[in-house]
């Protein structure tokens, strides 16, 4: 698939920290996205990919956002234009609701590594086997699956604390026929307050899947990452005493978090989410 009309790095977008069930062996990427198992590398301005189809990739690797466009509206200084040019091309991957949400419940206080190790056993242990080029890799486990299953089987997955939210996230979205699909439909605000009511998901667990997965470009994520970057670049926008405070401890009260991500959505306007990942990445790399 030719690349003319699309600015795309694959290598970024699928390191930047947004996705967590892909590797690499050799020049091609293999990954897991729901029950579908496809490879794709990129080569100069073309994709190959195999067990995937052309409309799926555009749509996954979210091809028909308008990168030039974004760029112009969240380039407001000269930091984000850094960023976007040390890392153009990165795009925001669509992935699926019900494994973003998993997903970063268990990201909780990990590291990538520790992420990806979780959800490959939880994978392994209630999902589906599928082979592709002679190796086995494993569907993401339905909500069904993962709400008849017990908390100690959870926990042997890696999931600790966190085994109880999942569990507990899984009967609810099974028991009630939820569909995490219908929050796409709703304003950002409505969806935000749909998602923290599920068991382990606070503020920055629901921006991500928000962001990741339900097409809430506005959405803006804040982890110790994009905090840091805040305190650095954008700390005359805040009360010179909030900034003190929150300089003084780790972790953001809920009240610390909506005035940073407030000001992330209206600094960067409507698409504060891309702003927010190529300055994730920006300031975990640089």
Not at 36 to 44: D, G, L, S, Y
Not at 100 to 112: D, F, H, N, P
């Amino acid at each position: 698939m030719k690349l003319d009309a699309f600015p795309f790095n694959l290598d970024v977008t699928l390191c930047c920290g947004q996705v967590f069930r892909w590797g690499k062996k050799g020049d091609w990427w293999y990954g897991v996205a729901g029950n579908r198992v496809f490879k794709i590398r990129q080569v100069n301005a073309e994709l190959e990919f195999a067990n995937a189809d052309e409309k799926f990739i555009k749509h996954y690797f979210g091809l028909g956002d308008d990168l030039g466009k974004i760029s112009v509206e969240i380039g407001k200084d000269e930091h984000i234009g850094s960023a976007l040019r040390m890392f153009w091309g990165l795009r925001i991957i669509r992935q699926d609701p019900w494994e973003c949400l998993v997903s970063y419940i268990c990201a909780t206080y990990k590291s990538i590594a520790a992420i990806k190790q979780m959800l490959f056993k939880l994978s392994r242990m209630f999902g589906e086997r599928v082979t592709l080029d002679g190796c086995d890799f494993y569907s993401f486990p339905t909500p069904e699956k993962l709400a008849k299953a017990t908390e100690s089987a959870l926990r042997e997955c890696g999931l600790g604390y966190r085994a109880k939210y999942v569990l507990e996230t899984s009967r609810r979205i099974f028991g009630n026929d939820f569909s995490l699909e219908s929050l796409k439909k709703m304003p950002y605000q409505q969806a935000k307050k749909e998602i923290v009511n599920f068991p382990g998901v606070g503020l920055k667990v629901a921006d991500c899947v928000l962001l990741f997965s339900l097409g809430k470009s506005e959405a803006f994520p804040v982890d110790v990452w994009v905090k840091r970057v805040i305190l650095k670049h954008y700390a005359a926008h805040f009360p010179k005493a909030f900034i003190e405070k929150i300089s003084s401890h780790s972790s953001l009260s809920n009240g610390e978090y909506e005035k940073l991500n407030e000001f992330g959505r209206k600094y960067f306007g409507k698409y504060a989410g891309y702003a927010q990942e190529y300055l994730y990445h920006y300031e975990r790399t640089m």
